[in-house]
């Protein structure tokens, strides 16, 4: 799967496809956000719905590194999302 970089606030974060499809198929899609590593780490999930590209992929490598960050902002802790198992 794609990867991204994108900085925020002097931090990098790593951008995928969340690999888990939802009913809307090709209507949307999840993100993962994260940063640092080990037990550390931090992962955040945002879905949205594409306006051109149908692909994930292809979505992804589309987005400018400003739509990126916008997403990241109203993105949700790992731990209330099923794409990451509720984990913290």
Same mark, same amino acid.
């Given at each position: 799967? /794609? %990867?991204?970089?994108?900085? *925020?606030?002097?931090?990098?974060?790593?951008?995928? *496809? &969340?690999?888990?499809? =939802?009913?809307?198929? @090709?209507?949307?899609?999840?993100?993962?956000?994260?940063?640092?590593?080990? /037990?550390?780490?931090?992962?955040? *999930?945002?879905?949205?719905? /594409?306006?051109?590209? @149908? &692909?994930?992929?292809?979505?992804?490598?589309?987005?400018?590194?400003?739509?990126?960050?916008?997403?990241?902002?109203?993105?949700? /802790?790992?731990? =209330?999302?099923?794409?990451?198992?509720?984990? %913290?």
């Amino acid at each position: 799967m /794609p %990867r991204r970089m994108i900085e *925020v606030d002097g931090d990098q974060w790593e951008v995928a *496809v &969340s690999g888990r499809i =939802t009913q809307y198929t @090709k209507d949307e899609f999840g993100l993962v956000f994260s940063r640092g590593i080990g /037990p550390d780490r931090e992962r955040r *999930v945002v879905r949205y719905s /594409p306006l051109g590209a @149908k &692909s994930r992929e292809l979505s992804l490598g589309r987005m400018s590194d400003r739509e990126l960050r916008e997403l990241l902002a109203h993105s949700q /802790p790992s731990w =209330t999302s099923p794409e990451l198992g509720y984990r %913290r």
